[in-house]
């Protein structure tokens, strides 16, 4: 029993001496090694460094593209309306334009009396040049001679009309635009075209 209790008394000062000699051992290599081991300390810093800058790195990036995107989509809405606002102004110059040629033709025909080319013409119109809805009103009686849409033929104009118009005239509102057109004989209006466009 004797032997056993040594042999426990022996072991346990040796596991004292391991502790300490690990101790010992560690300190011994970085005091051989400190190079190394502030080289290594200094890499483990550069990558936290490194590792920290990357991550704000990536949040400034998101942030800016986020803006950027932002910025885009208010820059593409702006350039929208305004080729919207253009080609609206182009449409309609190019609308009183073709209404002022195209009553030129509803003239000669009134003074000739031709009401079947007329409507010919007034179909023609509608169809080419994207009106809505063409009129001719009779400026003595204030009724609609002549109409793109037949059931107003006959009927009175409802709205109100200077009949002492010289030049073409156009009215924007809120339902479309209305280019107001004297067709003028040799001494008095024959007739005063109307040329509506609706809103889209």
């Known amino acids: 029993m004797m032997g056993t209790e040594n042999n ?36 483990i810093i550069v990558i936290i460094w ?25 820059e593409r809405s702006a350039l929208i309306a305004n080729y919207e ?11 009183e334009v073709a209404a002022k040629i195209f009553s030129w033709s509803v003239r000669s025909e009134l003074i000739r009396n031709n009401t079947e080319n007329l409507n010919q013409l007034v179909n023609a119109f509608v169809k080419e040049s994207g009106a809505d809805l063409v009129q001719l009103i009779d400026p003595e009686t204030n009724k609609i001679s002549l109409s793109s849409d037949k059931k107003f033929e006959g009927s009175e104009y409802s709205r109100k009309i200077d009949f002492a ?14 280019i107001i057109t004297p067709i003028m004989g040799l001494n008095a209006a024959l007739g005063i075209l109307i040329v509506q466009m609706n809103n889209k």
């Open 165 to 178: 118009l010289k030049e073409p005239h156009t009215l924007k509102e809120d339902g479309g635009i209305k």
């Open 8 to 43: 426990k008394q022996d072991k346990q000062p040796d596991k004292k001496v391991g502790k300490n000699d690990s101790s010992s051992v560690i300190l011994t290599f970085i005091k051989k090694n400190i190079v190394s081991v502030l080289l290594v300390l200094a890499l």
């Open 85 to 95: 606002s253009e080609k609206d102004s182009l449409q309609l110059l190019n609308l």
């Open 50 to 74: 490194f590792s920290a800058k990357n991550n704000m790195d990536n949040r400034q990036f998101e942030k800016v593209k986020t803006e950027l995107i932002t910025q885009s989509k208010n």
